[in-house]
């Protein structure tokens, strides 16, 4: 069995009504920090095998270096957050909710623990629990991400309507057309 996800170019996600259908939360930073793009959007239909959105960001990392984020809400067993970081497994590390946090975001208003989780990829991923769903957040390059100890705030994109029609929106970014991959 397969999974695909549906990718919508940025410029079509945020005039379009596509967004207001998704079946899980698409995590947006909000306010946008300066100098951040949305680059795209990416999606399951909730039977595929679990819900699952994913909004990809480019801008600046602490350091004035670039970098690109992915916001991967999913039920569990999804497996999308697990590919984006570059796992062969549906779940995140099993370091993740042990000890400390490395890192907290903001969603809807609630402080989200987001623990480090191992892998081998060019990128760094953490990954904890939002809305009884996992977030992940996976940092390319590896190098970049500093960018999860800055105070960022993630809001349902579903819920901000018009607003959507202010987010500063770039070309897709080439990192979600994945096509398909193999399930967990």
Avoid at 39 to 48: E, K, Q, S
Avoid at 144 to 173: C, H, K, N, Y
Wanted: proline residues 10%; hydrophobic residues 45%.
């Amino acid at each position: 069995m397969k999974h695909r996800l549906t990718v919508v170019d940025p410029f079509a996600a945020v005039i379009g009504a596509e967004i207001n259908d998704l079946p899980a939360p698409l995590w947006v930073p909000w306010p946008v920090p300066s100098d951040w793009t949305f680059r795209g959007l990416a999606h399951t239909p909730d039977t595929d095998g679990g819900a699952a959105t994913v909004g990809l960001w480019s801008g600046p990392d602490p350091f004035g270096d670039p970098a690109e984020i992915v916001l991967v809400c999913e039920e569990a067993g999804a497996g999308v957050g697990s590919h984006f970081a570059g796992l062969s497994m549906s779940y995140p590390s099993a370091g993740v909710g042990v000890g400390a946090p490395h890192a907290k975001f903001g969603v809807e208003g609630r402080l989200v623990p987001l623990w480090a989780v191992e892998n081998t990829g060019d990128c760094a991923a953490f990954a904890g629990e939002a809305a009884g769903r996992w977030l992940w957040v996976v940092v390319h390059p590896a190098e970049a991400s500093a960018i999860v100890v800055q105070p960022i705030q993630l809001v349902d994109a579903r819920r901000l309507g018009a607003e959507l029609t202010v987010l500063p929106v770039g070309e897709l970014s080439p990192r979600l057309v994945l096509g398909e991959w193999p399930s967990p």
